[in-house]
């Protein structure tokens, strides 16, 4: 239920963004557990805190025409919003993707205010992208693209002002002709105004396995505050991207055994345990389809083409492939199959009735914006190395990693005993971020 404070609110956010659902959800999702937060901080009701945090401070949308490799000329539509910068430059990926509109970027760069700001790091919220769909592109279409893409968002970013980097659709490759066309069109070396880049050209070491390792490094600490841990436990990983294949990773370097994950063609089970080299040489290097691992892989492991990879029974599920992907039914298949942990790796993974759910059972669950926030946080640490001209070890850079990721789950934690909520991450991970973007809303006056 919305605080009686908060429902004009919501209303007035329905009222003046019709048809945006996703961004609707994720505005309802914030509000409601924010409530509490009024009664102890009245000022942030009277500023009008939140209706700011609301409403963007900026939102570009552009056209991006691009030519194929048969010369004909395609027009498709870019996007970037810069929704606040109360604690630092906008701060969030883009999206290639053909699902992506004005809404799925307001929900993304909303989201990205608290997830950023749960970090500690001083860093704003924004996103970004595209309904380009690089799937099925010659690597010359995906760069001349990115290189029409960045000659009209150039005018708009830069280290001090607002630091894209990649999400869905845009990976290393991507960002590297971004880049190398805001080079070409500044005719500066600014470093530090993407992440995400090559280790060559700037980039962070364990950037690439950041969001995986970060939330699993999460569900690891809310499995310790129950007394228990990954060992042992039985794991599915929904999707096979980046995120995907280094939460696997990460699991089973903490001794859990991931038997599942999908892509949009169905999932694949594997009881003796995913072979990650095999899944990153199908997806990675190759980039097919995850049949085709369970076809070399052979034995015990078996392709479901069509259905929802949550039919797998597990101790533990991580969602790492894209918004809404559990819903209610999904989440009573898991609470039934015996789970007793969810670590959303992607954006807003789970639909409000699967929290539900979830939360009435007793399932510990690690809302996105919290479990993770190791990917924008590493995007943070990348931009530190770029300003003063550094480079990191790996084992340095997972240490940070390890300790930002344990730093959020703490004050998620004690948030919500300090709100009466004990147990709650969703209500710890919205306040604690809520409160300290409203603290510097505050002390900046009407920003």
Same mark, same amino acid.
């Given at each position: 239920?919305?605080?009686?404070?908060?429902?004009?609110?919501?209303?007035?956010?329905?009222?003046?963004?019709?048809?945006?659902?996703?961004?609707?959800?994720? $505005?309802?999702? $914030?509000? #409601?557990?924010?409530?509490?937060?009024?009664?102890?901080?009245?000022?942030?009701? #009277?500023?009008?805190?939140? +209706?700011?945090?609301?409403?963007?401070?900026?939102? $570009?949308?552009?056209?991006?025409?691009?030519?194929?490799?048969?010369?004909?000329?395609?027009?498709?539509?870019?996007?970037?919003?810069?929704?606040?910068?109360?604690?630092?430059?906008?701060?969030?990926?883009?999206?290639?993707?053909?699902?992506?509109?004005?809404?799925?970027?307001?929900?993304?760069?909303?989201?990205?205010?608290?997830?950023?700001?749960?970090?500690?790091?001083?860093?704003?919220?924004?996103?970004?992208?595209?309904?380009?769909?690089?799937?099925?592109?010659?690597?010359?279409?995906?760069?001349?693209?990115?290189?029409?893409?960045?000659? #009209?968002?150039?005018?708009?970013?830069?280290?001090?002002?607002?630091?894209?980097?990649?999400?869905?659709?845009?990976?290393?490759?991507?960002?590297?002709?971004?880049?190398?066309?805001?080079?070409?069109?500044?005719?500066?070396?600014?470093?530090?105004?993407?992440?995400?880049?090559?280790?060559?050209?700037?980039?962070?070491?364990?950037?690439?396995?950041?969001?995986?390792?970060?939330?699993?490094?999460?569900?690891?600490?809310?499995?310790?505050?129950?007394? /228990?841990?990954?060992?042992?436990?039985?794991?599915?990983?929904?999707?096979?991207?980046?995120?995907?294949?280094?939460?696997?990773?990460?699991?089973?370097?903490?001794?859990?055994?991931?038997? &599942?994950?999908?892509?949009?063609?169905?999932?694949?089970?594997?009881?003796?345990?995913?072979?990650?080299?095999?899944?990153?040489?199908?997806?990675?290097? +190759?980039?097919?389809?995850?049949?085709?691992?369970?076809? @070399?892989?052979?034995?015990?492991?078996?392709?479901?083409?069509?259905?929802?990879?949550?039919?797998?029974?597990?101790?533990?599920?991580?969602?790492?492939? /894209?918004?809404?992907?559990?819903?209610?039914?999904? &989440?009573?298949?898991?609470?039934?199959?015996?789970?007793?942990?969810?670590?959303?790796?992607?954006?807003?993974?789970?639909?409000?009735?699967?929290? @539900?759910?979830?939360?009435?059972?007793?399932?510990?669950?690690?809302? =996105?914006?919290?479990?993770?926030?190791?990917?924008?946080?590493?995007?943070?640490?990348?931009?530190?190395? !770029?300003?003063?001209?550094?480079?990191?070890?790996?084992?340095?850079?997972?240490?940070?990693?390890?300790?930002?990721?344990?730093?959020?789950?703490?004050?998620?934690?004690?948030?919500?005993?300090?709100?009466?909520?004990? =147990?709650?991450?969703?209500?710890? &991970? !919205?306040?604690?971020?809520?409160?300290?973007?409203?603290?510097?809303?505050?002390?900046?006056?009407?920003?």
């Amino acid at each position: 239920m919305l605080h009686e404070k908060l429902s004009p609110v919501y209303d007035n956010v329905l009222r003046r963004n019709p048809g945006e659902t996703e961004f609707h959800q994720a $505005v309802r999702e $914030v509000l #409601e557990s924010i409530g509490p937060a009024l009664g102890k901080h009245p000022e942030y009701a #009277e500023s009008k805190i939140i +209706e700011r945090i609301c409403e963007p401070e900026r939102q $570009v949308i552009f056209r991006v025409p691009w030519e194929d490799d048969r010369g004909e000329v395609h027009i498709n539509r870019g996007f970037r919003v810069e929704f606040n910068s109360a604690l630092g430059p906008y701060k969030g990926g883009l999206r290639f993707h053909p699902s992506v509109y004005l809404g799925i970027v307001k929900f993304l760069g909303f989201e990205q205010i608290f997830k950023n700001s749960l970090t500690g790091l001083p860093i704003g919220g924004g996103k970004g992208g595209s309904d380009f769909d690089p799937k099925g592109r010659s690597q010359r279409e995906i760069m001349r693209f990115c290189q029409s893409f960045m000659t #009209e968002l150039y005018r708009h970013i830069g280290e001090h002002t607002d630091v894209p980097a990649g999400d869905i659709g845009v990976g290393g490759r991507e960002v590297g002709y971004l880049f190398g066309q805001y080079k070409r069109i500044t005719n500066r070396y600014e470093s530090g105004v993407i992440t995400g880049k090559g280790l060559s050209f700037g980039g962070a070491q364990v950037r690439t396995e950041a969001t995986g390792y970060g939330c699993a490094f999460f569900v690891d600490e809310m499995l310790k505050a129950r007394g /228990t841990s990954f060992d042992g436990k039985r794991v599915v990983v929904s999707g096979s991207g980046n995120v995907a294949i280094y939460t696997i990773e990460k699991i089973q370097q903490l001794g859990g055994t991931v038997v &599942a994950c999908s892509d949009s063609s169905g999932y694949v089970v594997d009881d003796q345990g995913i072979d990650l080299a095999l899944l990153k040489q199908v997806k990675e290097v +190759e980039r097919l389809r995850v049949d085709v691992y369970a076809k @070399r892989r052979g034995g015990a492991a078996s392709f479901v083409p069509g259905r929802s990879v949550w039919e797998v029974p597990c101790e533990v599920a991580m969602p790492s492939a /894209t918004q809404n992907e559990i819903t209610g039914r999904d &989440a009573e298949l898991l609470v039934r199959g015996g789970c007793i942990a969810v670590g959303e790796g992607a954006n807003m993974p789970t639909m409000p009735e699967g929290v @539900r759910i979830f939360q009435e059972a007793g399932v510990a669950f690690g809302p =996105g914006k919290a479990a993770n926030a190791g990917g924008v946080a590493t995007s943070a640490l990348e931009m530190q190395q !770029n300003a003063s001209r550094d480079s990191w070890t790996f084992e340095f850079s997972e240490r940070r990693l390890a300790e930002i990721m344990r730093d959020i789950h703490g004050r998620c934690l004690a948030t919500a005993d300090e709100y009466g909520m004990p =147990g709650n991450y969703v209500a710890g &991970a !919205n306040i604690d971020g809520f409160k300290r973007v409203a603290d510097a809303m505050l002390a900046l006056g009407l920003i």
